[in-house]
C-alpha cells in the first residue's frame, strides 16, 4: 500500500515546518497552518517504523466531523480541508499542557492503579476499583506537551498553575472546555453503541488571544472507545473489552517486549498485522461517524496532498 510517512513540500509563503509524531504543520505568511496528518504510528511516544494504510485519512476526517459536531460549544482552530489528510487552520500558540479527561479506570491510569497508585495528576481515585470500571465522575489528568522524541509526564493542575505554565484564567476555560467537549463526545459515541472511555484535547490561543481546540479530536490515537453493547456482562467477568482505539497496539507491543523504554527493541510488524491495524482504524471511524470509509486514491498520495494544498493557498 502507498502511504505517507514524511513530507518535505515548500509551499508559497511558508516560514517553517514542525514534524510531531504523526503530523506535519507547515506555517504560511504567519496567518495560516496547514497540518498533514501522515500515516505514521506512535506508541509510548514512539514512531513505528512502518505507516498504516489510510490512517491519516482516518484521522483527518474523524477530526473534521468531530470539529464541526462540537463548534457550538467550544470554538476551534479549523478552517478548511483541502484533501483527506489535510486540514487547515489559524495559526496558533499552542499551551503546553494536553488536557487528558477519563471517564473509566483504563490504559495507563489503569497501569497505575495496578501497582498501588490512588492519587493521579493530583485527583484521588477510588479504592475497589477493577480495570475499565467507570469513574463516579470523569476526572481531569493532564500531561505535559513533550517535544518530538521525549515522553508526556503526568502532572497536576496545582503543578501547571505553581510553575507557571498556564494562568489560572486560562486553565479554568481549558478544564470548562475539556468537560463540555468530553460531555459531547460521550453523547456521540452512546448514539453509535460506543463509549467513549477517555481521550485527550490540545488547545491553543490566536493572535487575537482566543482560546481554541486544535489538533484532532476523538480519533483512535487520541481516545479510547469501547462497545457499548456487552460491556457491563465483560466487566462482571472480569474479561477484557474490546478496544476501538490505539489501546490494542500498545497491548501487541507490551505482549512482544516493548514499551519505549531505554534498549528495548520494536518488534517487526508484518504485513498481515499492518493490514489489521489499518482495518480496525477503518472500524472505528465507520463505527463513530456512522458512515461508510472511502478510501483515497493513494497512487500518489504526496503528489495529490501537495497539488490539493497548492490549489487551496492560490484561491485565497
Keep these: 500500500m502507498n502511504t505517507i510517512v514524511d513530507t518535505n513540500y515548500n509551499f508559497p509563503n511558508q516560514k517553517s515546518v514542525y514534524k510531531g509524531k504523526v503530523r506535519e504543520v507547515y506555517n504560511i505568511n504567519d496567518e495560516l ?10 506508541a509510548f511516544d514512539v514512531v513505528m517504523p512502518k505507516g498504516i494504510p489510510f490512517k491519516g485519512q482516518i484521522l483527518n476526517q474523524i477530526a473534521t466531523k468531530m470539529m464541526e459536531a462540537t463548534q457550538d460549544l467550544v470554538p476551534n ?11 487547515v487552520g489559524h495559526l496558533c500558540e499552542p499551551f503546553k499542557v494536553e488536557m487528558v479527561i477519563r471517564g473509566y479506570l483504563s490504559g495507563h491510569a489503569a497501569r497505575e492503579y495496578k501497582v498501588g497508585k490512588r492519587v493521579l495528576c493530583g485527583v484521588d481515585m477510588p479504592n475497589g476499583m477493577k480495570e475499565n470500571d467507570k469513574f463516579p465522575e470523569p476526572i481531569i489528568t493532564p500531561s505535559t506537551k513533550a517535544d518530538n522524541g521525549e515522553h508526556d509526564e503526568d502532572i497536576s493542575r496545582e503543578e501547571i498553575l505553581s510553575n507557571g505554565i498556564v494562568s489560572e484564567e486560562d486553565y479554568l476555560i481549558l478544564e470548562d472546555y475539556t468537560r463540555k467537549l468530553f460531555q459531547r463526545g460521550t453523547e456521540i459515541a452512546a448514539e453509535r ?23 484532532e479530536i476523538h480519533t483512535p490515537d487520541s481516545s479510547r472507545y469501547f462497545y457499548a453493547n456487552g460491556y457491563e456482562d465483560l466487566q462482571e467477568k472480569g474479561e477484557p473489552q474490546k478496544q476501538l482505539s ?3 497496539v ?5 505482549t512482544n517486549g516493548f514499551q519505549g523504554k531505554e534498549g528495548q527493541r520494536i518488534p517487526e ?35 495529490r496532498i501537495e497539488d490539493n494544498v497548492l490549489s487551496y493557498l492560490k484561491n485565497q
Design 269 to 303: 510488524m508484518n504485513e498481515e498485522y499492518i493490514t489489521s491495524v489499518s482495518e480496525r482504524y477503518i472500524e472505528l471511524y465507520e463505527s463513530i461517524t456512522g458512515t461508510s470509509f472511502t478510501k483515497a486514491d493513494v497512487s500518489s498520495v504526496a503528489t
Design 193 to 215: 453503541g460506543l463509549i467513549l472511555v477517555d481521550t485527550k484535547y490540545e488547545f491553543g490561543k490566536t493572535k487575537d488571544g482566543k482560546i481554541v481546540l486544535i489538533d
Design 77 to 87: 482552530w479549523l478552517i478548511a480541508t483541502p484533501d483527506p489528510n489535510v486540514a
Design 250 to 254: 500498545r497491548q501487541w507491543l507490551i
Design 246 to 248: 490505539k489501546e490494542f
Design 33 to 42: 497552518l496547514v497540518m498533514i496528518a501522515t500515516d505514521r504510528l506512535s
